[in-house]
């Protein structure tokens, strides 16, 4: 009785202490990588985590570029 109450217990107290996170490109990832989970195999919850996975690295590239090209136009004023 005490493990069948005690895995609920540990997702509350866990969900209680996470803070706000920043999920971008996360949910879009997790939803195309689990719908083409499901559909390879029956494997969606491993495709929502590759998805996550892929869509957060490709949401920090697009930031990172973004943010190369609003620094290379004030580096050209300084010449």
């Known amino acids: 009785m005490k493990s069948f109450l005690l895995a609920p217990a540990i997702a509350v107290a866990a969900l209680a202490m996470a803070s706000p996170a920043d999920a971008k ?4 990832g997790a939803v195309v990588g689990g719908v083409a989970g499901h559909y390879a195999g029956h494997h ?10 892929y869509g957060r690295h490709h949401a920090k590239e697009q930031e990172r570029q973004r943010q190369q090209q609003q620094a290379q136009p ?3 004023e300084k010449l």
């Open 74 to 76: 004030s580096q050209q």
């Open 25 to 28: 490109g996360c949910i879009k």
């Open 44 to 53: 969606g919850m491993l495709g929502a985590a590759a998805g996550c996975l």
